[in-house]
């Protein structure tokens, strides 16, 4: 299968980095991948984090032959008044001091996703572009799957593994993309023009750092922005939204598709978008395909396909990519049955969004909940899901407002709070909560909060729960 381009988006040809002068604010790993592709093409560069001293030995040897394209500074006050241009990466939030001056000062703020696009080749492949509030990375790997499934030489990229820029630089030869972007990434990549694009979903999450929900869905619109097709969820009211006006849209819903969209009939994926001019049906794959549990990742699948489909990948391919899809660690995990009871990890349901949809997915529930919340309410989510909750144990710095929520709206559910916040904390919980599960109960970790209250990460708590899960007494274990 010959591998696809960029329909209708012309290539504006090379940008010029020799000699301007590039300001990259944070050096984790999109920002020394950044740094080294700044490097190649001529760019004199400014590195500024707030760890001084962060750049490795490995980096500062690699550009040695070249001296003074490269020199770290503590992070300054302000925007140098010598620089063309600031990449910021993720962590670095637009009230941040020196964007602020730079945005004063009139100088261009990009995010490392903008430099890949600008530094692609013209031949380069086509990007497929997925965001939204929850649901990316499974939909990224659906997608990848799929295209792989059809013979096309694609990676899952962007926000997930690879850096875009190491991609679009390096000597693999790719046919597509599968692009997961943030809206921290899109919010600083305005020339992005994807073959196809969606916006998943949108919920109140990181508004710390875009200041209100409709900044942070804007940001996410800039996925849609200029892409050939919108790849449109008709059953989230922000996503509608967003695409309005676009003059390419798809739609996807969980309900029977009109034509032009893609959605569910008896059990299968129907696609009425993309088979033929008469919008005729044609049969994607079985619901049952779809790897993992709840309405929420059969739209994710629906997602995968119409973006797969812009790109004229065989049905048989979509179903194919589905079936051999293994979803990532951490969402929606089965860690372990014991004594009837199921234990799963989903700790990547870092908000109420993505916890509402893992809790939807399972009919008895004792919910391991609380981590930051940062500021999200709670309110919507338990008037939700109350009706499947055994038991429900918090934990973390904002349990509290969580069990404010349930006694407000879920007065007859037990809730046990865990106040402790040692490295024994989880092992607690977890006792509590098997203590309360039943035979065909499932104890589930979807925090509906992020977890750097307690942890490293949420792959850090997820690692908790499972090393818990394996401790409970031997009493409890079949």
Do not use: C
């Not at 939204?132 to 499974?138: A, E, L, M």
């Not at 875009?164 to 919010?187: I, K, R």
């Amino acid at each position: 299968m010959t591998g696809p381009r960029n329909v209708g988006q012309p290539h504006p040809g090379p940008v010029p980095w020799t000699g301007r002068r590039v300001l990259v604010l944070g050096a984790g790993v999109s920002g020394l991948a950044a740094i080294r592709a700044l490097s190649r093409v001529g760019a004199l560069i400014t590195v500024a984090d707030e760890r001084a001293g962060v750049l490795p030995h490995d980096l500062l040897e690699d550009l040695s032959a070249d001296p003074g394209r490269v020199h770290e500074i503590e992070m300054p006050a302000e925007v140098p008044v010598d620089v063309d241009v600031v990449l910021a990466t993720p962590g670095i939030a637009p009230q941040h001091r020196v964007l602020v001056s730079a945005r004063a000062a009139g100088k261009q703020i990009i995010a490392e996703p903008e430099l890949a696009w600008q530094l692609r080749s013209p031949d380069g492949p086509a990007w497929l572009v997925v965001t939204g509030t929850n649901g990316k990375t499974t939909t990224v790997g659906m997608l990848a799957s799929m295209l792989r499934s059809a013979g096309l030489a694609s990676i899952a990229t962007g926000n997930i593994g690879l850096p875009l820029v190491d991609v679009v630089t390096g000597p693999v030869h790719y046919d597509v993309l599968a692009v997961e972007l943030s809206s921290f990434q899109l919010d600083r990549s305005p020339s992005i023009r994807a073959q196809a694009a969606t916006v998943l979903n949108v919920a109140p999450d990181h508004l710390d750092w875009h200041g209100s929900l409709r900044a942070y869905a804007e940001a996410k619109r800039v996925a849609f922005d200029h892409a050939a097709i919108a790849v449109v969820n008709r059953d989230d009211e922000w996503s509608s939204r967003l695409a309005h006006g676009h003059p390419h849209p798809v739609g996807f819903t969980l309900g029977a598709p009109p034509q032009g969209a893609l959605g569910i009939a008896d059990g299968v994926l129907i696609d009425r978008a993309f088979g033929g001019g008469g919008g005729e049906a044609t049969e994607l794959a079985l619901v049952s395909d779809v790897p993992m549990p709840g309405d929420h990742n059969v739209a994710n699948a629906l997602a995968a396909a119409g973006l797969a489909r812009s790109v004229e990948v065989p049905a048989e391919a979509v179903a194919r990519g589905l079936r051999s899809y293994r979803p990532g660690p951490h969402r929606n995990t089965v860690i372990a049955i014991k004594d009837g009871v199921t234990y799963v990890d989903d700790s990547k349901a870092t908000n109420p969004h993505a916890a509402r949809a893992s809790l939807s997915a399972y009919a008895d529930v004792v919910w391991i909940a609380g981590g930051l919340l940062k500021g999200a309410d709670v309110d919507d989510l338990v008037v939700a899901v109350r009706d499947r909750l055994r038991a429900v144990v918090l934990l973390g710095a904002d349990r509290a407002v969580i069990g404010q929520a349930l006694a407000r709206h879920a007065p007859e559910v037990p809730v046990m709070d865990v106040s402790s916040n040692d490295d024994g904390a989880m092992i607690e919980v977890v006792r509590a909560a098997a203590a309360t599960a039943r035979p065909g109960s499932t104890v589930l970790l979807a925090p509906a909060a992020a977890s750097m209250d307690m942890f490293l990460n949420y792959t850090a708590r997820a690692e908790a729960f499972a090393q818990a899960v394996a401790q409970l007494p031997r009493e409890q274990a079949t």
